[in-house]
C-alpha cells in the first residue's frame, strides 16, 4: 500500500512556489510569472459539520432524496476556468499565466503560455493515454514509479505542448503556436457564462483530480463501438466506480453481488442518449445490457421526470461525445453546447418540484490533456494487483496516482453560495485529501448506505458536510443562455 503520507508530502514538495521567469515567449507576456499555489488545506467546514459524522450523514439523509450527476469530458480545470476572476479559484486568472517549453529536452528554450483563447471547440484532440499523460506531467513517457512514490521524481507539467506538437504538427500542417495555443489557452469568463455562474451561485471543487492519468485502452476501441470489445479490467479504476457494480468481471463475487444487490434497491436509472453509432456509457458493461437495459432511456426522459417530479434516486446523465456536434466538450464537441446543456439540466431541476430534495453533481471524467498548472498528486492504490501495461512504453501504471485537475461542482439549494472548497479530510487517514470521483461513491454510500467498492474509496473524502441545514430561496430560477463563438485562427 502507498504510505499515504510520504505521498501528500511529495505533493507539497512539487506546490511549493515556483517562480518560473521565461524570457522567449511567443504570445503573451507572461514574464516574470510567479506560480504560486496555496497551501492544500483541507477547507473549514461550512456550515460546523464534520465530514461523515452521524450528524452531518443525517442531515443530509434528511435534504437528499434524488442524486443527478452528469459527467462531461476531458478538460482540465485551468482550461475551462482559467479566465474566471473569482478569489479563490486556483487558476491563470488570480495565480498568473504559466509556460512550458516547447521542447521538454531544452527547458531554457522558447516557452509558450497559457492565455485566454477562442477555441469554441478543439479540432486536435490531445494526448491522453496514460503514457501522454505520464509526458505531460514527468516530460517522459515511462518515468520512474518508484521515484515518483519516494518523491524523487515530482510531476512538473512541463510536457503539454511538446506531446501536442507531436501529436499533430505533422501530421496536421498547422504552426507549433497554433498546437501550443490549444493546449495551454483557456477561456475567458464571457465564453463559459454557464461555468461562471455555477461558480457564483454554488459550490466549486479547487481541487478535484481524476482518478488516473489517462485513460488505459486505445481511444480507437471507442469509435468501433465499446458494446462489442472486452472491456480491460483496468478501465473501471478510472471512472465512474458506479459502473462497477454493475460490470460483468465483479460479477462472480460475493461482494460484487453483494454490491449490485444494494445498488438494484435503489431502483436505480441512469439515462443516456444514443448518437451515432455509440452507446450510452452505461451501457459499457454487459451486465447493464443484460440486466438493467431498461434502465438506460433517452435524455428527453429526464427532462419529463424532472419537470414532472418524478426523477429516482439516481440519475446518471450521459451527454453526447467526441465529434461535432456533440455536448460533452470533448474535442471537437463545443464548450457552448455543453454549457447550454448544463443550463438545460439545472433549468429542468430548478423548475420541477423535486428542486428541494435534490443535489445535481457536475464533473467531467478527466483533464484530456488539456494544461493545468497544479500536478496531480500520489493516491491510496485501488488494488494490490492492480496494474496497466503500456506495451508501446514499456510503462506500467500501478493506480497509485490521481489524474489531472478538472472542475466539479455541487448544485442544490443546500450548498454555500459561491463556496470553494479545497482539500477535504481522507476518513481513514484524518489527512487533508483532493477529491476525485471516487468521493461522489463514497458520499453516495453515506447517503443510501452503499459499501466502499474498494480501498480507493475508503479513503476518499465525502461531500456530506457541505449540504446545510436551511434551504436557500434565492438560487435562480433559470441560467443564462450560453453563446456560440468563433474559434481563433
Ligand atoms: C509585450 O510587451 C511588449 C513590450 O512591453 C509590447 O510591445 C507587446 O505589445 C506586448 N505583447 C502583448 C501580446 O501583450
Ligand atoms: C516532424 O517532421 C520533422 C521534419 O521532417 C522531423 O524532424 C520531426 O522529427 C517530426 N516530428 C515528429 C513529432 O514526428
Ligand atoms: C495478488 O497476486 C498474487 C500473485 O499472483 C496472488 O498470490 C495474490 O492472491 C493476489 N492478491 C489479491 C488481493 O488479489
Ligand atoms: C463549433 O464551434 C466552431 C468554432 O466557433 C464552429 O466553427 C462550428 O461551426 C461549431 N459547430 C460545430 C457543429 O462544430
Ligand atoms: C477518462 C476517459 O476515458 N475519458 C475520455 C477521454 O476521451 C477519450 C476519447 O478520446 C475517451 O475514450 C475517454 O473515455
Known amino acids: 500500500m502507498v504510505n499515504t503520507t510520504a505521498a501528500f508530502l511529495s505533493f507539497f514538495a512539487t506546490t511549493t512556489a515556483v517562480v518560473d521567469t521565461v524570457s522567449n515567449t511567443l504570445f503573451g507576456n507572461a514574464s516574470d510569472v510567479v506560480t504560486v499555489s496555496p497551501p492544500h488545506a483541507i477547507s473549514p467546514a461550512p456550515f460546523g459539520y464534520k465530514a461523515g459524522s452521524a450528524e452531518s450523514v443525517s442531515n443530509m439523509k434528511d435534504k437528499i432524496k434524488h442524486v443527478v450527476w452528469l459527467l462531461l469530458e476531458n478538460r482540465s480545470f485551468d482550461n475551462i476556468l482559467g479566465g474566471v476572476h473569482r478569489p479563490g479559484l486556483d487558476n491563470p486568472a488570480n495565480m498568473g499565466d504559466t509556460c512550458n517549453p516547447v521542447d521538454v529536452s531544452d527547458p531554457t528554450g522558447q516557452k509558450l503560455c497559457t492565455r485566454p483563447r477562442d477555441f469554441d471547440s478543439i479540432i486536435h484532440d490531445p494526448g491522453h493515454s496514460i503514457a501522454s499523460n505520464c509526458f505531460q506531467f514527468y516530460g517522459q513517457s ?4 518508484a521515484a515518483i512514490q519516494s518523491g524523487e521524481l515530482v510531476a512538473t507539467n512541463q510536457g503539454f505542448i511538446e506531446k501536442q506538437i507531436q501529436a499533430h504538427v505533422n501530421k496536421t500542417g498547422i504552426t507549433a ?29 479547487n481541487y478535484w483530480f481524476s482518478c488516473i492519468p489517462g485513460v488505459p485502452h486505445k481511444p480507437q476501441s471507442r469509435l468501433r463501438g465499446f458494446r462489442n470489445i472486452r472491456r480491460p479490467r483496468q478501465k473501471r479504476q478510472g471512472l465512474q466506480y458506479i459502473r462497477v457494480a454493475f460490470h460483468e468481471h465483479l460479477r462472480g463475487s460475493e461482494r460484487a453481488r453483494h454490491i449490485v444487490a444494494q445498488l438494484r434497491r435503489l431502483e436505480q436509472r441512469v439515462w443516456g442518449y444514443q448518437l451515432g453509432n455509440l452507446s450510452p456509457d452505461a451501457l459499457f458493461y454487459s451486465w447493464t445490457e443484460k440486466h438493467a437495459k431498461k434502465n438506460v432511456v433517452p435524455i428527453e426522459n429526464f427532462f419529463q ?13 450521459n451527454p453526447s461525445c467526441c465529434h461535432e456536434n456533440t455536448n460533452s466538450m470533448h474535442p471537437n464537441g463545443n464548450v457552448s453546447y455543453g454549457q447550454l446543456f448544463v443550463k438545460q439540466i439545472y433549468d429542468a431541476i430548478r423548475q420541477g418540484p423535486l428542486w428541494d430534495q435534490t443535489l445535481f453533481v457536475l464533473t467531467y ?7 493545468d498548472h497544479v500536478p496531480s498528486p500520489l493516491a491510496v492504490r485501488t488494488g494490490i494487483n492492480d496494474t496497466y501495461t503500456d506495451h508501446t512504453h514499456h510503462y506500467t501504471f ?7 485537475r478538472t472542475p466539479t461542482w455541487l448544485v442544490s439549494p443546500y450548498v454555500p453560495k459561491a463556496h470553494i472548497e479545497n482539500y477535504g479530510t481522507n476518513p481513514v487517514t484524518g489527512n487533508a485529501e483532493p477529491y476525485s470521483a471516487t468521493s461522489v461513491l463514497k458520499t453516495l454510500g453515506l447517503l443510501w448506505d452503499i459499501d466502499d467498492f474498494t480501498e480507493r474509496v475508503e479513503n476518499s473524502p465525502s461531500f456530506d458536510h457541505l449540504i446545510g441545514p436551511k434551504m436557500r430561496t434565492d438560487a435562480p430560477e ?12
Open 365 to 371: 471524467d478527466e483533464s484530456g490533456g488539456f494544461y
Open 142 to 145: 515511462s518515468p520512474d514509479n
Open 177 to 205: 503556436e497554433r498546437a501550443a495555443a490549444e493546449v495551454m489557452g483557456y477561456y475567458s469568463e464571457e465564453e463559459v457564462p454557464t461555468m461562471a455562474k455555477l461558480v457564483d451561485e454554488f459550490l466549486t471543487f
Open 398 to 404: 500501478h493506480f497509485d496516482r490521481y489524474g489531472g
Open 305 to 317: 421526470d424532472a419537470y414532472l417530479g418524478l426523477l429516482p434516486q439516481l440519475s446518471y446523465l
Open 478 to 489: 433559470i441560467f443564462p443562455v450560453p453563446k456560440p463563438f468563433p474559434n481563433d485562427v
